[in-house]
Each structure stands twice: as C-alpha cells, then as structure tokens.
C-alpha cells in the first residue's frame, strides 16, 4: 500500500497535494565536500554534496535552535537535508557541475531541491515525527548494481518552460521512471527522487551505518516487528539541469555523459541524508493534521534564497576540472 502510494506520489510530482503530503522548496544553501553524517569532522569528505551544514553535526544538538535562517519555504525546518552531486563528463574527459532548477510551482527556489512528507494512507494518527537529533541516511554511495527494489526513482524530461517539465508519458507511471540513471539526453532536465524509510526501532537516534535504526516495509506491508514505529515518508526531488549539455559534447559512442560525484555513472549509488530539525512539534501537527499546510508558518522564498551558507571546505564549483571532486574514480561495479 505504501509502496503504491509512493509510486503515485514519486511519479506524479504535481498530483502531490492531494494526498496528504507536505512538498516544498530547500534552495540551494552551499555546494561543498562535507558529510557530516558518514564521514564526520572530516575536512574535505571524499565527495561532494549540496547543503551539507557542517563538518560534524553533534546529535545532542538540536539543530533547530542553533540555526539562524533556513532556505525552505516552511520557515519552522531547520532540518538538514544533502544529496550527491551530478556532473558532466564531456567527450575530451573533462567534468563540469550541473546545476539544479527549481521544481513546479516553486519557481522562486535557486535549485536545491523539493522536500516531500507524506501520511501514509489513513494511518496517520500512528506516524511518530521525528525526535530532535534523529538522522538517516537513504541510499548507498558505493552501490552500482540494479537489484529489485528502489530508492531512487529518475525521469529524464524532453522540455522545460514557464516552470513545465514534460515527459513523455507525464502521468504514464512505469513507463517513465528508471531506477537508474536515465540514457538519452534529457533536453529538460533529470529528476531523481530519493526515499527514505519509513519505519524506526523507537528508541534510536542514529546507528553506526545510519540505516539499521529504521527500515523499509515489505511491498505492501505495515512496518517490522524490529521497527514497528511508523515515521512520515521523506523524500527529496532534485532536478539537474542536463539540457545544456548538448549531445555534441557527449562521448562518441553516444554513452550516458553523467556522473554522480562519487564517481557513479549508473545512478544506483546515488544517496541522500537527513537530519531532523523542525522546531518544536510543529511537524508533528502537520502530520496529525494531514495538511500542506496552513497551520505552519511559512516565509517568502525571496527570503529564503538569502539564507546562505560560506563554503567551509572550499572547492571550485563552476570550472571545467580534470577529475571529479576529491579525485574519485568513476566506477561501474
Ligand atoms: C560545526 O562544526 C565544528 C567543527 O566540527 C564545531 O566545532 C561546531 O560546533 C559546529 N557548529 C554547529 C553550529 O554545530
Ligand atoms: C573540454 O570540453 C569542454 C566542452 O566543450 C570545453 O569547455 C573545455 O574547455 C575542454 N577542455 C579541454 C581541456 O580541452
Ligand atoms: C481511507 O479512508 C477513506 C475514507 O474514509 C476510505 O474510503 C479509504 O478506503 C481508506 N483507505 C485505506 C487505505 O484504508
Ligand atoms: C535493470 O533491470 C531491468 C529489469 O531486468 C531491465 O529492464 C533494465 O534494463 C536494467 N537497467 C540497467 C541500467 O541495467
């Protein structure tokens, strides 16, 4: 059930609003190679990611009191959500970022990306918020492989205007997403959402790997006896800004040109993480109250945009460079 609901919701972006789900806009806040989760006190990470606060993210602090300013149309989240970054390899070898766009409807972001947080079906006096200091981590960096299952779901759309993005098949649902990175050139942008779990043991902020503390259901099930609280589904939507990369600088053999900062060209690898800061209950009222939401106070995307954040592992973000970030290696397996 939940499964279907997430295909409904992963696929149909602009369908959201029915059906229980907060989706908004996180600008883009800094570009930087932190992972304050994976690879804490770490200056630089291996890879790079967008948004990544800080270097280490203590869990005993709640980081919705120490922040100042948040990017996000819901100006009471100040939680804390990064993904990989894309880049494109063009025919000589060289890599250039690719920017994102901001999403439908919320034209007035600076790329970033689009939270979701969806109630599951008519379960949601059961769904437990988040606990200050709980974080996740959704995805596995080092994956390459197209196993059963999916935490990333890809579009590629042929066009992008007046804040339109078109697909073939814009409301066909399986016959547009790819668990993988998609092949042809995408004219209008690559969309790829990116779901966390939606079940938690209850009782722990955070595990060692950053996963085993929550869990995904069975296709169809309610949550694991080992993870029996259900947590509201959070997904994030980025759309990388392909188009520009026109297929005159795409290798000969015609080949996918892009590649996400780990060095993952399959798109499998592609992860992102989250760390919980709303202020005070004021998710936990969202939820209860199934709502998109006027009971939460929101600010003017103009003043979102100017929450900005200095690079603290600094890194040229815009020159056509030899290697990927932190040199990694672009690995098939
Ligand atoms: C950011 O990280 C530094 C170094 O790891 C730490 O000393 C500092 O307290 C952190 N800042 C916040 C606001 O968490
Ligand atoms: C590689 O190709 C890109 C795109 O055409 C170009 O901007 C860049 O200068 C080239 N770099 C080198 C080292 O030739
Ligand atoms: C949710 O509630 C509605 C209205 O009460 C009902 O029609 C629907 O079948 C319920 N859905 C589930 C999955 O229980
Ligand atoms: C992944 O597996 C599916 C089902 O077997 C297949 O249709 C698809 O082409 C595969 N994708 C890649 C990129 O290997």
Same mark, same amino acid.
Request: with cysteine.
């Given at each position: 059930?939940?499964?279907?609901? !997430?295909?409904?919701?992963g696929?149909?972006?602009s369908?959201?609003?029915?059906?229980?789900?907060? %989706?908004?806009?996180?600008?883009? !806040?800094?570009?930087?190679?932190?992972?304050?989760?994976?690879?804490?006190?770490?200056?630089?990470?291996?890879?790079?990611?967008?948004?990544a606060?800080?270097?280490?993210?203590?869990?005993?602090?709640?980081?919705?009191?120490?922040?100042?300013?948040?990017?996000?149309?819901?100006?009471?989240?100040?939680?804390?959500?990064?993904?990989?970054?894309?880049?494109?390899?063009?025919?000589?070898?060289?890599f250039?970022?690719?920017?994102?766009?901001?999403?439908?409807?919320?034209?007035?972001?600076? =790329?970033?990306?689009?939270?979701?947080?969806?109630?599951?079906d008519?379960?949601?006096?059961? *769904? %437990?918020a988040?606990?200050?200091?709980?974080?996740?981590?959704?995805?596995?960096?080092?994956?390459?492989?197209?196993?059963?299952?999916? *935490?990333? @779901?890809?579009?590629?759309?042929d066009?992008?205007?007046?804040?339109?993005?078109?697909?073939?098949?814009?409301?066909?649902?399986?016959?547009?997403?790819?668990?993988?990175?998609?092949t042809?050139?995408?004219?209008?942008? *690559?969309?790829?959402?990116?779901?966390?779990?939606?079940?938690?043991?209850?009782?722990? @902020?955070?595990?060692?790997?950053?996963?085993?503390?929550?869990?995904?259901?069975?296709?169809?099930?309610?949550?694991?006896?080992?993870?029996?609280?259900? *947590?509201?589904?959070?997904?994030?939507?980025?759309?990388?800004?392909?188009?520009?990369?026109?297929?005159? @600088?795409?290798?000969?053999? =015609?080949?996918?040109?892009?590649v996400?900062?780990?060095?993952?060209?399959?798109?499998? =690898?592609?992860?992102?993480?989250?760390?919980?800061?709303?202020?005070?209950?004021?998710?936990?009222?969202?939820?209860?109250a199934?709502?998109?939401?006027?009971? @939460?106070?929101?600010?003017?995307?103009?003043v979102a945009?100017?929450?900005?954040?200095?690079q603290?592992?600094?890194?040229? !973000?815009?020159?056509?460079?030899?290697? !990927?970030? =932190?040199?990694?290696?672009?690995?098939?397996?």
């Open positions: 059930m939940l499964l279907t609901s !997430l295909i409904a919701l696929l149909v972006a369908n959201v609003e029915a059906t229980h789900t907060l %989706r908004f806009a996180c600008s883009q !806040l800094v570009t930087e190679r932190l992972d304050p989760l994976v690879s804490p006190g770490q200056n630089p990470s291996p890879h790079m990611h967008q948004n606060f800080n270097v280490t993210m203590d869990p005993a602090h709640d980081i919705a009191e120490r922040a100042s300013c948040t990017t996000c149309t819901f100006s009471e989240d100040f939680s804390n959500y990064w993904t990989a970054v894309l880049y494109f390899r063009a025919r000589n070898g060289t250039k970022r690719v920017n994102q766009l901001a999403n439908q409807n919320l034209a007035a972001a600076e =790329g970033g990306m689009t939270v979701y947080y969806v109630s599951p008519n379960r949601t006096s059961s *769904i %437990r988040f606990r200050p200091g709980f974080r996740m981590l959704a995805g596995t960096a080092e994956k390459r492989t197209n196993a059963t299952g999916f *935490i990333n @779901l890809f579009r590629c759309y066009r992008y205007d007046e804040n339109m993005f078109y697909s073939p098949n814009p409301m066909g649902v399986a016959a547009t997403d790819t668990t993988w990175m998609p042809r050139h995408c004219a209008g942008g *690559i969309r790829v959402n990116t779901f966390f779990p939606t079940c938690w043991d209850g009782v722990n @902020l955070d595990s060692p790997d950053h996963k085993s503390h929550v869990a995904y259901p069975a296709r169809g099930s309610a949550c694991p006896a080992t993870h029996p609280v259900e *947590i509201p589904q959070v997904f994030i939507e980025t759309i990388w800004d392909t188009g520009k990369f026109d297929k005159s @600088l795409w290798p000969e053999d =015609g080949s996918q040109p892009f996400f900062s780990q060095g993952d060209p399959t798109g499998f =690898g592609h992860h992102a993480d989250y760390v919980f800061g709303w202020r005070g209950d004021s998710l936990q009222k969202a939820m209860d199934r709502c998109d939401c006027p009971q @939460l106070r929101t600010q003017d995307q103009a945009n100017q929450c900005y954040q200095r603290i592992a600094e890194e040229d !973000l815009d020159s056509w460079r030899s290697t !990927l970030p =932190g040199n990694m290696p672009i690995t098939y397996e």
